[in-house]
């Protein structure tokens, strides 16, 4: 099975910065892509970002020009640096990594981090 640590979360005022991380563990043979979603109190989850195994990322286009993704392989981590965060960033964020073992490719989810963006 595997299981992914989320970490970074906190309370930041406007126009801050956070680093989320998520790191999986386990057993699995392989990892492909990961991504982060998002969702606020009484609204659908929303998709944040997402990197392929090779590099190749893509965004939302709420987050587009202040959120990067990034990985490291050798880590098994994701990362979301998000900068010049607004009211409505205000969310738990979760990961979701993609991880192959002797039955095949899974997806799994992390436990969530709260962000909170607040003056």
């Known amino acids: 099975q595997v299981q992914l640590a989320e970490s970074g979360g906190g309370l930041v005022q406007p126009g801050g910065s956070l680093r989320l991380s998520c790191a999986a563990s386990g057993s699995f043979f392989s990892i492909g892509a990961m991504r982060w979603y998002r969702q606020a109190p009484g609204k659908q989850r929303e998709f944040v970002a997402v990197i392929a195994s090779g590099g190749p990322t893509n965004y939302g286009d709420s987050v587009k020009g202040r959120f990067t993704i990034s990985r490291d392989n050798a880590k098994n981590t994701v990362y979301l640096q998000m900068n010049s965060l607004k009211p409505e960033d205000t969310a738990v964020y979760y990961c979701?990594?993609?991880?192959?073992?002797?039955?095949?490719?899974?997806?799994?989810w992390g436990q969530g981090t709260q962000v909170t963006v607040s003056s």
């Open positions: 979701n990594v993609a991880a192959s073992n002797t039955s095949g490719w899974y997806n799994y």
